[in-house]
């Protein structure tokens, strides 16, 4: 959940009890108004009416005078010193209904003789009055609400904009580009601590990158120009004709395994650089013609193990990768379905404008899913100048790259699958 649409839900949930609470309070009020006033009209026809009595005869016609509104009966109760208050609903002929009326009632004496006097008022006018009041509250709670809802919405969002811009940044971020990005002042001193904050880190990061990239650098070629020099050494050695058998196996073996530190050392490196993002994506090299390419180099290689390769490539394949990835992809993949392959074994390749699918035969078991992509994993049936890399090469360019790369074993086939 995005935090202005959390920020607003618990706005909500505070501002609904508070107005729920106030329109309540509003309504009691009302009520108790309405009902106030009422009873001061019916104490006030009381007087009138008390005063009229007073001046009146007993065989006035008053005396026998019975309505809904005005009951004067005989009693044997006594004096009321006060009178009573209190709500009754009585039938209506002209609503046909049950209405709610306001009463009166006290006992009194007129010219010795106690009587029970009933004064009441129909609420039905002050009812509709009140649920009108109520209607009208309720339309202006509700729209008040949704007026402060959105103002809050608006103002939250203006708010915390400079902290999405941020965010945006920040997923834009490139090492090889941090230099450029530089988070700007803003009007909250919170955002303005954080973009600070940002700046000094992605400055920190920027320079961790340059140095190691500089260290990459160096490295590769610090490292390598001995490898050189001695395996250059040990080809003269092995020009030697005075070496035994024995010491010309002994420099053989050390000779391979200088090329195979040699090759580690340089898949090592491409590591790095495909962790440090050293390879930006200028074009998009065409799939289709690096497969082609590396299916020619490897062409004899093929034609020695009798390899049967089927192919459905579509015509063009432009990929989102830098070529020399492109080229190291296609070449890791085709050269272990080579590689790993039984005499007359079968490689079958498939191309389409978003996905690569490799598959071939093999002696080899099925790989462990946590073991297929893990550096330096190898099946101890394989080959022995192997460094365990190339898998793991092939998934990093993946994950730099927004590939998706998989394995599958299915009835004996080895079956690797790149999509982007």
Not at 292 to 308: A, G, M, N, V
């Amino acid at each position: 959940m995005k935090l202005l649409t959390k920020t607003t839900l618990y706005f909500i949930i505070i501002m609904l009890p508070v107005f729920a609470g106030g329109a309540f309070f509003l309504f009691h009020k009302f009520n108790k108004e309405i009902k106030h006033e009422t009873d001061e009209e019916l104490a006030n026809d009381q007087r009138e009416w008390l005063r009229y009595l007073d001046t009146a005869s007993l065989d006035n016609p008053i005396f026998r005078f019975q309505t809904q509104e005005f009951q004067l009966t005989p009693t044997d109760q006594p004096v009321q010193k006060k009178f009573k208050f209190k709500g009754v609903t009585l039938y209506q002929e002209t609503e046909d209904a049950r209405a709610p009326f306001r009463e009166l009632s006290q006992v009194i004496s007129i010219h010795g003789k106690h009587y029970q006097m009933i004064l009441r008022k129909s609420m039905i006018e002050k009812d509709d009055l009140l649920k009108n009041i109520i209607y009208v509250m309720l339309f202006a709670f509700g729209g008040l609400l949704i007026f402060v809802i959105l103002s809050n919405w608006f103002i939250s969002r203006n708010v915390w904009r400079p902290f999405y811009h941020s965010l945006d940044k920040i997923r834009l971020l490139q090492l090889n580009k941090m230099e450029a990005r530089r988070f700007a002042a803003t009007p909250t001193h919170e955002f303005n601590q954080l973009n600070e904050a940002l700046n000094q880190m992605t400055d920190r990061i920027h320079q961790d990158y340059i140095n190691m990239k500089e260290l990459t650098e160096d490295a590769a070629h610090e490292m390598q120009t001995p490898l050189a020099i001695a395996q250059s050494k040990l080809e003269l050695l092995l020009q030697d004709e005075n070496l035994s058998e024995d010491q010309l196996k002994n420099i053989g073996q050390t000779s391979e395994e200088l090329q195979r530190l040699s090759r580690l050392n340089h898949n090592l490196l491409l590591l790095a650089k495909i962790e440090n993002q050293q390879y930006p994506v200028t074009e998009q090299p065409d799939l289709h013609q690096v497969l082609i390419q590396y299916l020619s180099l490897f062409e004899e290689l093929i034609r020695e193990k009798e390899l049967t390769v089927e192919t459905h490539l579509v015509p063009t394949a432009p990929w989102p990768l830098h070529p020399a990835l492109a080229d190291i992809l296609i070449s890791n993949l085709l050269g272990n379905a080579i590689k790993y392959n039984y005499h007359e074994g079968r490689i079958h390749i498939t191309l389409t404008a978003q996905t690569f699918t490799i598959s071939n035969t093999s002696n080899l078991p099925e790989i462990p899913p946590a073991d297929v992509f893990q550096r330096f994993r190898k099946s101890n049936q394989g080959y022995s100048n192997s460094n365990g890399l190339g898998l793991a090469i092939v998934k990093k360019i993946g994950e730099s790259y927004h590939i998706q790369v998989s394995y599958q074993y299915v009835n004996g086939l080895h079956i690797f699958t790149a999509s982007c």
